[in-house]
């Protein structure tokens, strides 16, 4: 055998080897992936580890050993062809989870499945002959038994039997589950058959190594979008439970205030009626919204709100609103709670005023909105429901968009909120 060839098989195996245990060690240790993907790749790198493994010690044997350790390249040639095929089955289970259907009652992995142990007899028979493949006295692979197809067309044909059941099932995969099955499928099957003509190469185990990393990449990066649009979902699903989850007894008192003041002042009371209806809206309009607005109607939204409650509350609630900076965008439903938290925490018509000041301001990289207030300031501690406060729903829709909030103290007494959201492009 030529030396190049020594070089390339070993380079394959020790390949194969380290793949395998670095697909173990992600599978293991991945982030968001699910439990059924754990455990499928974690036992497939495994397989490929034990395969790559048994291949590496039967082309020591052959090549360095003398003919009398013969049993161990006959035991590393034996579990390197049965670990290699064991793995056919396996992703035919992945398949038919990935459909959604039960590989327990698929008449396609029942076929898998009994092909596999034909096979599996098949090697068994293989080491009690010459008619498959043997080992010579000078300790060489001889693989031109006169059966040796019936080892080579089983592998084969199981994998074409996947790659159909691929092309059958695959408007029932996403996107890149269909490019992963696909690259699992073929790079080993145009291996085995490449294999089959160039008996000296060790194609198919490095085939099989490159082809089990990629599947495995191509799946995780599907799962953790599929994590984070789920974040997202869960972030816009907040959204609109906290626009809907308006206090029953603020609608109570604004509709009260809204009743006395149509016999004191009409006038008054059309502009608080007016600057209610645009504050409902804006809430029911954040229902629906999912991608970031402008300022500026955030800002909008926020007046509306204090435009009520100034109505409400009268000379218990002073407010100054300084935004020369409004050319940027930030998540709905971001700065009228926190306006809404610092007045539903420190207004009070039997205390001194409550004074709120909003500023906003440009800064390198970055757009700041400050929220000042000279309450008592109000307690981030867990609801005791054991819902989420309302400052942890903001802080959870402004990281989902990469932006903050931070609470402090402020000097004179009462709270300063602070929203940063980094500048787009």
């Not at 020594?6 to 173990?24: I, P, Q, R």
């Not at 990935?98 to 090697?123: D, N, Q």
Request: proline share 5%.
């Amino acid at each position: 055998m030529a030396e190049w060839v020594h070089y390339f098989n070993f380079g394959a195996g020790f390949s194969a080897l380290t793949t395998a245990l670095l697909g173990l060690l992600l599978a293991l240790t991945a982030p968001f992936i699910q439990r059924w993907e754990r455990w499928y790749f974690r036992t497939t790198f495994t397989m490929l580890l034990c395969y790559a493994a048994a291949d590496l010690i039967a082309q020591a044997s052959l090549s360095f050993l003398d003919p009398g350790f013969m049993w161990l390249s006959q035991a590393g040639i034996f579990l390197e062809l049965l670990f290699s095929t064991m793995i056919i089955p396996l992703i035919t289970a992945y398949l038919l989870h990935s459909s959604g259907e039960s590989w327990r009652s698929s008449p396609l992995f029942l076929v898998v499945s009994v092909l596999w142990v034909l096979y599996a007899i098949v090697l068994v028979i293989a080491q009690f002959g010459e008619g498959i493949y043997s080992i010579s006295a000078d300790n060489r692979l001889i693989l031109t038994g006169p059966f040796y197809n019936a080892l080579v067309i089983p592998p084969i044909l199981l994998m074409i039997i996947n790659l159909l059941a691929i092309i059958r099932r695959r408007a029932a995969l996403t996107h890149r589950q269909r490019q992963a099955f696909f690259i699992y499928t073929i790079i080993p099957l145009v291996s085995v058959l490449l294999q089959a003509v160039l008996f000296d190469l060790r194609i198919v185990v490095f085939g099989t190594s490159i082809a089990t990393l990629a599947m495995f990449g191509f799946v995780l990066v599907d799962q953790t979008e599929a994590h984070v649009r789920q974040r997202e979902e869960a972030a816009r699903r907040q959204a609109q439970v906290m626009a809907l989850q308006m206090r029953p007894h603020f609608i109570y008192n604004v509709m009260t205030s809204i009743y006395y003041l149509c016999a004191q002042d009409p006038k008054r009371a059309q502009q608080v009626t007016f600057d209610f209806t645009n504050y409902l809206r804006a809430n029911f309009d954040a229902v629906a919204q999912e991608s970031e607005v402008p300022f500026s109607k955030e800002l909008e939204h926020t007046r509306a709100y204090l435009s009520v409650e100034q109505a409400r509350l009268e000379n218990a609630l002073v407010v100054d609103i300084d935004c020369p900076h409004t050319a940027f965008r930030l998540p709905p439903l971001t700065l009228q709670p926190l306006v809404e938290n610092a007045v539903k925490h420190g207004a009070d018509p039997e205390l001194p005023p409550l004074h709120v000041n909003i500023t906003s301001k440009k800064e390198a990289d970055c757009s700041i909105i400050m929220v000042e207030d000279t309450g008592p300031g109000f307690d981030e501690a867990p609801q005791a429901d054991g819902t989420a406060s309302a400052l942890d729903n903001i802080r959870e829709r402004l990281a989902t968009h990469g932006s903050s909030l931070e609470i402090s103290p402020r000097q004179r007494g009462g709270t300063v909120a602070i929203m940063r959201i980094p500048t787009k492009g």
